[in-house]
């Protein structure tokens, strides 16, 4: 829960990257492994040139290569050849085409958002901590500067010298120069993650601020690996850390 001004909850559903890649990946391999080999299709004399014959499995192995930008499911996509129908849009060397096309258009957009990260990207400036108004729990109020609106991943850990970091907060926004977030914490929320923790002490809290670049979309979507390769997380995120009192 929280309150926020000129803001809202970014979705990250689709931003969480590898997991929903490979998932939705596996889904979509097993469906095209179950396919019977020799099914096919021919005389489909409306659709356009080079996709008038060819085997069903391939077809969705093609599919798949280029929705996933994946070049190796190339390796079973087979042309099947019918007289008086073109089967050239379905081969091998069709798809690995398409996928290094796609890849390239993915390159180039994503690099762009490099380009305007760069340029105006939103940073935290600072943050603060105060009692809720129930005297209870606590809000977290961070202070943004930049100018991209975009989606971004905001957390918030309490760091302990002798054990790992304690997660207070971690979600999806939409943030840009206008927004003014309260994030509400309950205090029952913390004890949950952090059983020795106590009210009126100081705590050393880091707060990291993540641009969400999210992973492609139907015509394409990006695994962690490119996405690390063309924009690192250390290149789009940034942290600081405070002592504040609970």
């Not at 606590?138 to 997660?167: K, M, N, Q």
């Not at 996405?227 to 789009?236: H, T």
Request: overall charge positive.
């Amino acid at each position: 829960m929280f309150l926020a001004s000129a803001t809202c909850l970014f979705a990250t559903g689709l931003a969480a990257a590898d997991g929903d890649y490979a998932t939705r990946r596996a889904a979509v391999v097993k469906k095209c492994e179950s396919t019977n080999p020799s099914a096919s299709q021919s005389g489909l004399f409306f659709n356009p040139d080079g996709y008038r014959s060819f085997y069903v499995r391939s077809q969705c192995f093609q599919d798949a290569a280029v929705q996933f930008r994946d070049a190796t499911l190339c390796a079973d996509v087979r042309q099947r050849r019918a007289l008086l129908s073109s089967s050239w849009g379905y081969t091998a060397a069709r798809c690995r085409m398409l996928v290094s096309e796609g890849v390239a258009a993915d390159r180039r957009g994503l690099e762009e958002i490099v380009r305007r990260y760069a340029t105006g990207g939103i940073t935290l400036r600072d943050f603060q901590i105060e009692r809720n108004g129930n005297g209870r729990d606590v809000d977290i109020i961070p202070v943004f500067a930049g100018i991209y609106g975009h989606g971004y991943t905001l957390s918030f850990e309490i760091l302990r010298p002798d054990a790992p970091p304690v997660l207070l907060h971690s979600s999806g926004y939409y943030v840009d120069e206008k927004s003014n977030l309260r994030i509400y914490i309950p205090q029952s929320d913390i004890r949950q993650r952090f059983p020795a923790f106590a009210m009126n002490r100081p705590y050393s809290v880091r707060a990291t601020l993540m641009l969400d670049v999210g992973m492609g979309g139907q015509a394409g979507y990006w695994s962690d690996a490119f996405i690390e390769n063309v924009f690192p997380v250390r290149e789009r995120s940034r942290s600081i850390t405070r002592q504040a009192s609970f």
